[in-house]
């Protein structure tokens, strides 16, 4: 089956902990998305890549990273200095001939 | 810089009534519009997209959306709602690449029995 597979479903962070976000792809997309969701503010772009070894930052980087190592994969890490980093986190995909992106399940992170 | 507006945070119809989510976009250039769906915990579902053309869009799940550049709106419309329906929507723009999609805040919506 082609898709985004987004784990784990539910992630908790303990305090100064870094976790990291998977996200993998099968469907052979260029380009790929990572969006926080905060109850009633829509999704905010983190950061975005269009090729491998290649990223950019969005609207709300600062307390994350990412890496593109692999056009399949592109995992979010939320770091300590992330103070709030209670959310829905989803990644998105998207082929370079076509202007729609799609999305996975998403990841909900909770602080112990 | 693009944005959307959702005037509207929730709205309650009956099941069988009519649906229509407001959506307002501010775009300097002719805007790519999306409406997609998210289900409680779930990802978003692309119900339908606008890039040029015809400014009536037909997309799954019986929706529809008119595009009206005068009014920089580009509403969604059902014309009979069914239970399953009730989630979350959400209007997007982008631009040609869509590396900069600016999504509204949602619109809730419930159906009632």
């Known amino acids: 089956d082609g898709g985004i597979t987004q784990s784990p479903k539910y992630l908790f962070r303990k305090e100064g902990q870094n976790v990291t976000l998977s996200c993998e792809q099968n469907?052979?997309?260029?380009?790929m998305y990572w969006y926080r969701q905060d109850p009633g503010q829509g999704l905010r772009l983190i950061y975005y890549?269009?090729?491998?070894?290649?990223?950019q930052k969005g609207d709300i980087a600062e307390g994350y990273s990412v890496s593109r190592e692999k056009k399949e994969s592109f995992p979010l890490t939320v770091t300590s200095a992330q103070k709030n980093p209670t959310a829905f986190y989803l990644c998105?995909?998207?082929?370079?001939?076509?202007?729609?992106?799609?999305f996975g399940a998403g990841t909900r992170l909770s602080v112990l | 810089a693009q944005s959307v507006t959702q005037p509207d945070i929730h709205i309650t119809v009956s099941e069988g009534a009519s649906l229509e989510l407001r959506c307002n976009y501010s775009?300097?250039?002719?805007?790519?519009l999306f409406w997609y769906v998210q289900s409680p915990g779930q990802g978003l579902q692309l119900l339908l997209k606008?890039?040029?053309?015809?400014?009536l869009v037909q997309g799954i799940k019986g929706f529809e959306a008119e595009f009206k550049r005068s009014q920089s709106s580009f509403n969604l419309r059902k014309p009979s709602v069914h239970w399953s329906d009730a989630a979350e929507y959400f209007c997007?723009?982008?631009?040609?690449?869509?590396?900069?999609?600016?999504f509204g805040a949602g619109t809730r919506l419930t159906v009632k029995p």
């Open positions: 998105a995909s998207r082929v370079s001939a076509k202007n729609i992106q799609y």
């Open positions: 469907l052979n997309h260029d380009a």
């Open positions: 890549s269009q090729i491998v070894n290649d990223f």
């Open positions: 775009y300097g250039a002719t805007p790519y």
């Open positions: 606008y890039f040029s053309g015809d400014t």
């Open positions: 997007a723009v982008g631009d040609y690449n869509n590396n900069d999609m600016r």
